[in-house]
């Protein structure tokens, strides 16, 4: 596995933005998002391809950009709009390694 570790969680007030960073230690391949919040299983959020290509969740799309920078083996993901409802643990995953952060939270205020 490969390690992966998040930053750029905290508290937001609704319609705020932040930016989530997820390092791994070596050179990653695609790269997704997922969140949970308590009594809910994990869902995914987007997901970028190593050529660049994303895919986001409908609820998202438009609001949740994902980018990644290739040299320092880091995938950015911007969080714009936010409102209460995307409040979770939002956790990075390499798919091919089955590897996963260890999250960050997000907490957007009313």
């Known amino acids: 596995q490969v390690q992966l570790v998040e930053s750029g969680g905290g508290w937001v007030p609704g319609g705020g933005s932040l930016t989530l960073s997820c390092a791994g230690q070596e050179s990653i391949g695609a790269m997704a998002w997922y969140r949970q919040v308590p009594g809910k299983q994990r869902e995914f959020v987007a997901l970028i391809s190593r050529d660049g290509n994303t895919k986001y969740q409908g609820s998202v799309s438009g609001r949740f950009t994902i980018a990644r920078n290739e040299a320092n083996n880091i995938v950015y993901f911007q969080l714009n709009s936010l409102p209460p409802a995307d409040t979770a643990v939002y956790y990075c995953?390499?798919?091919?390694?089955?590897?996963w952060g260890q999250g960050t939270q997000v907490t957007v205020g009313t």
């Open positions: 995953n390499e798919p091919l390694t089955h590897s």
